[in-house]
Every structure is written in C-alpha cells, then in structure tokens.
C-alpha cells in the first residue's frame, strides 16, 4: 500500500533522554514536514524539507533535531533540550511543497515520564 | 468562532441538517487552502482544497466556499452523518516558493443521531 508510515505509536520517554521518531513515505513525494499537536490545539510546524539532504526550521524548532539523506525518509529526535515534548507528533508529506495536499501519517504519541 | 485558550470551537448538528464549518485566515498572500478531517488519535484526512483563483469548489457531500475579501474560508457539509463526527481544520499556503502550510485550530463537530 503506498502512504506514509510513522513508529511507534506510542512512545514513552524519561526526562533528559533524547529519541527518534519515524517516517517513512512510498509515495514518492519530495516534501516532508513534522508537526507538533497539543491537546485541543492546531498543528504546529516543526520542521519540513523540500528535497534530499535540505530542511528548514518551522515555527517551533527548539529543541528538536530532523535528517533527511533518503527521500522515503524524515527522522524526528526529540532532544533533552525541548522543555515539554509531551504531545502528538504528526509526519506529513506532500508532492509539490505547500502547493498541493499533505499526506499524513498516523501519529506518535509521546509521553515523558 | 474563534478559539480560546484550549478549547475548540464546537458546532452540534443533528443527523440529516448541513453543516457549516468557518476559517478566518490570516495571509492575504496565501494562495493555496485545504479542509482536513482529524478523528480522534488519528492523522488529519484530506477533504477538499481549493486554489486562490476560485471562490467555490465541490466535492462529494462538501463544498468549499473562497471569500478573499475577508480572509474566509468555509467548508459545508451536506445530509451530515454520525460518521463526520470529527475536528475539522482548515490549513492555507501563504504564496510563493513558501512550502509551509499553516493550520487553524480546528473546530470540532459533533453529529447527534
């Protein structure tokens, strides 16, 4: 099935300890963003990237870190420096930027203990 | 309406009624504007998008309403169905190279049978 695929579902993590949350895309598109949802709350961009081996910083960036040296590919990690990582992080890819629809995945629910 | 602090906006329909779901956006530049669906836990769906050049778009059961003059954005939802129970967000693309997409804050809809 071609879509874009986020793991795990749930994630817990102690404070202080950086982790990595996963995308992967089949569809082919070159954009890629990250997203950041609080309860009751709209998305907030994270970062995005346009192309291999790019990415930009979006609105709320502190404190997170992403890579992307495959297209399929766009890795969140959540650093010890990001004050309240608690939240639903949303993974979005799109075929020509903001131009035409995102596709998004289903989500990794993080929880810091 | 408008959202406050961290409550959605809500809009209660019976079974059967349209539903109208408002956006206020906030680039005049934007040029690009999509409706997603979110149910709960899950990543937003694409419903409908629309481009700056036109003021209507239809789709199935929705219609996407353009009003560049206010900065308005409405979707509605014909013969609504327990089924489109769900927080609807709007998103718009401010123009240009700019590959960002930026969300509302959603409004939630509930449908009483």
């Known amino acids: 099935d071609g879509g874009i695929t986020q793991s795990p579902k749930y994630l817990f993590r102690k404070e202080g300890q950086n982790v990595t949350l996963s995308c992967e895309q089949n569809l082919n598109h070159d954009a890629m963003y990250w997203y950041r949802q609080d309860p009751g709350q709209g998305l907030r961009l994270i970062y995005y990237?346009?192309?291999?081996?790019?990415?930009q910083k979006g609105d709320i960036a502190e404190g997170y870190s992403v890579s992307r040296e495959k297209k399929e590919s766009f890795p969140l990690t959540v650093t010890s420096a990001q004050k309240n990582p608690t939240a639903f992080y949303l993974c979005a890819s799109s075929s020509y930027g903001g131009k035409t629809e995102a596709f998004f995945g289903q989500g990794t629910r993080l929880t810091v203990v | 309406g408008e959202s406050v602090g961290l409550h959605l906006p809500t809009l209660s329909v019976q079974e059967g009624d349209n539903s109208i779901i408002n956006c206020a956006y906030s680039?005049?530049?934007?040029?690009?504007f999509i409706w997603y669906k979110q149910e709960s836990g899950k990543g937003p769906q694409f419903i409908i998008d629309?481009?700056?050049?036109?003021d209507k778009r239809q789709g199935q059961r929705v219609t996407v309403l353009l009003n560049k003059t206010v900065k308005h954005l409405s979707l509605q939802i014909a013969a609504t169905q327990p089924g489109d129970s769900a927080v609807y967000f709007c998103a718009e693309n401010s123009g240009g190279s700019n590959y960002k997409l930026t969300f509302g804050k959603g409004t939630l809809l509930t449908v009483n049978p």
């Open positions: 990237s346009q192309i291999v081996n790019d990415f």
């Open positions: 680039n005049s530049a934007s040029d690009y």
């Open positions: 629309i481009r700056s050049n036109m």
